[in-house]
């Protein structure tokens, strides 16, 4: 079957926290690595014939919900009702506003916006291990130790898609960085390397770090801990500090030549993220009315998907929300899968990831924003007989994708009758992480020089054109 079909009834279906400001912080806070995504812009490349094809440029912005842990495609969007009892679970699949595609009963906003929306069903790799897979999926290149839990991020990584952007986009007009994480960077506690590599600049260099927000936006008296003034500390009052540092900065340029000036332009972009009012306006949720914040859910992974959509609204290249730290092992359902998914997970993603969309296209984003919801594998087709439970499966799982002009109400690929492979138009993470690049107008020749200097390819897959319309 050829590759890059579409198949259905519609005809194309199938961020540092800023150290607190006391006088040694505050001479580090230029050196703050996640800050420095402001910094060191080069312009996209031009002259590309991709420029014509589908999809190309189509995105403004990017906004990826990374479902850590890995959900379960056969519980979610790509139902086997007709599998063995082992396989396929209770939970039944419903029509959707698309017809003919079918989703997970539980998904019960996200059936009527289907026709906004496209399933990649023949998503694959051949990588179990949480850490590196992350790695392929969040950069589109392999880690640099591969199938490995105990690697931990290191400089050597591929930077993450939305450092990438950062560096070749810069900021948005706001002075907001140019990447943007929340609510943490990716860890799981049963994995000796901890944090997921490939989530920072890797070998562009921490300059182009995503600016991190932590926390739980949900909680009472939540603030950004990067952009509070603490030990009451004024705004006029860090200006005098940062012209004091300036100081500092202008008697070692001779000994230090260009690593002080790039040092004092980070330290300048510290003060305006600190002070901009624009800048802390935008993450201030107090501003949306209750209704709003009700209709994302009144949790972490809602209130940060509603702070992703005010990243977008001001233009910020791309905003990355991981799935948060929940306790219990996040999407990764070795256990209880069927529990966890009806009662956990499936409620507060389909709440966030519908009122996305609509607030999206009601504002007139939904256009030029692509939004990926995706993790970094699936789970086994055979039930855990011991606790009803999933385990790790790379090699066939379920991605969605929706705006920027990809082709709403459609099922690309499929899987096999128990969902264990891909049967037809096989996508890997490469080749996902590419048709976002080609989304964002970067073309498939574009390079970035490493620390040696050298071009560094940042495609190693190839755009999927036949999602966009």
Same mark, same amino acid.
């Given at each position: 079957?050829?590759?890059?079909?579409?198949?259905?009834?519609?005809? @194309?279906?199938?961020?540092?926290?800023?150290?607190?400001?006391?006088?040694?912080? +505050?001479?580090?806070?230029?050196?703050?690595?996640?800050?420095?995504?402001?910094? $060191?812009?080069?312009?996209?490349?031009?002259?590309?014939?991709?420029?014509?094809?589908?999809?190309?440029?189509?995105?403004?912005? @990017?906004?990826?919900?990374?479902?850590?842990?890995?959900?379960?495609?056969?519980?979610?969007?790509?139902?086997?009702?007709?599998?063995?009892?082992?396989?396929?679970?209770?939970?039944?699949?419903?029509?959707?506003?698309? *017809?003919?595609?079918?989703?997970?009963?539980?998904?019960?906003?996200?059936?009527?916006?289907?026709?906004?929306?496209?399933?990649?069903?023949?998503?694959?790799?051949?990588?179990?291990?949480?850490?590196?897979? /992350?790695?392929?999926?969040?950069?589109?290149?392999?880690?640099?130790?591969?199938?490995?839990?105990?690697?931990?991020?290191?400089?050597?990584?591929?930077?993450?898609?939305?450092?990438?952007?950062?560096?070749?986009? $810069?900021?948005? %007009?706001?002075?907001?960085?140019?990447?943007?994480?929340?609510?943490?960077?990716?860890?799981? %506690?049963?994995?000796?390397?901890?944090?997921?590599? !490939?989530?920072?600049?890797?070998?562009?260099?921490?300059?182009?770090?995503?600016?991190?927000?932590?926390?739980?936006?949900?909680?009472?008296?939540?603030?950004?801990?990067?952009?509070?003034?603490?030990?009451?500390?004024?705004?006029?009052?860090?200006?005098?500090? #940062?012209?004091?540092?300036?100081?500092?900065?202008?008697?070692?340029?001779?000994?230090?030549?260009?690593?002080?000036?790039?040092?004092? $332009?980070?330290?300048?972009?510290?003060?305006?993220?600190?002070?901009? *009012?624009?800048?802390?306006?935008?993450?201030?949720?107090?501003?949306?009315?209750?209704? +709003?914040?009700?209709?994302?859910?009144?949790?972490?992974?809602?209130? @940060? +998907?509603?702070?992703?959509?005010?990243?977008?609204?001001?233009?910020?290249? #791309?905003?990355? +929300?991981?799935?948060?730290?929940?306790?219990?092992?996040?999407?990764?359902?070795?256990?209880?899968?069927?529990?966890?998914?009806?009662?956990?997970?499936?409620?507060?993603?389909?709440?966030?990831?519908?009122?996305?969309?609509?607030?999206?296209?009601?504002?007139?984003?939904?256009?030029?924003?692509?939004?990926?919801?995706? !993790?970094?594998?699936?789970?086994?087709?055979?039930?855990? !007989?011991?606790?009803?439970?999933?385990?790790?499966?790379?090699? @066939?799982?379920?991605?969605?994708?929706?705006?920027?002009?990809?082709?709403?109400? /459609?099922?690309?690929?499929?899987?096999?009758?128990?969902?264990?492979?891909?049967?037809?138009?096989?996508?890997?993470?490469?080749?996902?992480?590419?048709?976002?690049?080609?989304?964002? $107008?970067?073309?498939?020749?574009?390079?970035?020089?490493?620390?040696?200097?050298?071009?560094?390819?940042?495609?190693?897959?190839?755009?999927?054109?036949?999602?966009?319309?």
């Amino acid at each position: 079957m050829p590759r890059n079909r579409l198949d259905g009834p519609l005809g @194309c279906r199938s961020f540092v926290e800023l150290a607190r400001l006391s006088r040694r912080p +505050v001479l580090a806070l230029g050196a703050s690595t996640v800050l420095g995504s402001l910094l $060191g812009r080069t312009p996209l490349a031009a002259g590309s014939d991709a420029s014509s094809a589908a999809g190309f440029g189509r995105a403004r912005r @990017c906004i990826l919900l990374f479902m850590w842990g890995g959900p379960s495609h056969l519980d979610t969007f790509d139902l086997k009702p007709e599998a063995p009892d082992e396989v396929r679970g209770p939970f039944r699949p419903i029509s959707t506003s698309a *017809p003919g595609v079918q989703i997970c009963e539980h998904f019960t906003r996200l059936a009527g916006l289907m026709d906004r929306v496209a399933i990649v069903r023949s998503l694959g790799h051949d990588d179990p291990a949480h850490l590196s897979s /992350a790695h392929t999926v969040l950069t589109g290149h392999l880690p640099p130790v591969n199938k490995s839990d105990a690697e931990p991020p290191s400089q050597r990584d591929t930077p993450h898609i939305g450092s990438m952007i950062a560096r070749l986009r $810069g900021g948005s %007009p706001l002075g907001l960085p140019g990447f943007v994480t929340m609510p943490w960077l990716a860890f799981h %506690p049963a994995a000796p390397g901890g944090k997921a590599p !490939g989530q920072h600049g890797g070998w562009l260099g921490r300059t182009f770090d995503p600016l991190l927000i932590e926390g739980d936006p949900n909680a009472s008296g939540w603030t950004v801990p990067a952009l509070s003034l603490l030990d009451s500390v004024s705004a006029a009052r860090l200006d005098r500090r #940062f012209e004091l540092l300036r100081g500092f900065d202008d008697q070692r340029r001779a000994l230090e030549s260009g690593a002080a000036l790039a040092l004092g $332009g980070q330290q300048q972009q510290a003060l305006n993220l600190l002070t901009a *009012p624009a800048v802390r306006e935008a993450f201030d949720l107090t501003q949306e009315p209750d209704a +709003v914040r009700d209709r994302y859910g009144r949790h972490v992974h809602g209130q @940060c +998907v509603l702070l992703a959509r005010r990243m977008a609204e001001r233009d910020v290249p #791309f905003v990355s +929300v991981n799935w948060h730290n929940d306790g219990q092992n996040f999407w990764d359902t070795h256990g209880s899968n069927f529990r966890r998914l009806q009662n956990d997970l499936i409620p507060p993603a389909d709440a966030a990831l519908s009122a996305l969309l609509t607030d999206l296209e009601e504002r007139g984003l939904l256009d030029d924003t692509l939004v990926v919801w995706v !993790g970094e594998f699936g789970r086994a087709p055979r039930i855990n !007989g011991s606790d009803a439970g999933r385990d790790h499966h790379p090699y @066939c799982y379920s991605g969605l994708l929706a705006g920027a002009g990809i082709r709403g109400g /459609a099922a690309y690929g499929t899987s096999d009758r128990i969902g264990s492979r891909p049967a037809s138009d096989p996508v890997s993470p490469h080749d996902l992480a590419a048709t976002m690049l080609h989304a964002l $107008g970067v073309p498939a020749e574009q390079t970035l020089p490493d620390p040696f200097g050298r071009p560094m390819p940042l495609y190693s897959g190839r755009p999927v054109e036949a999602l966009f319309s």
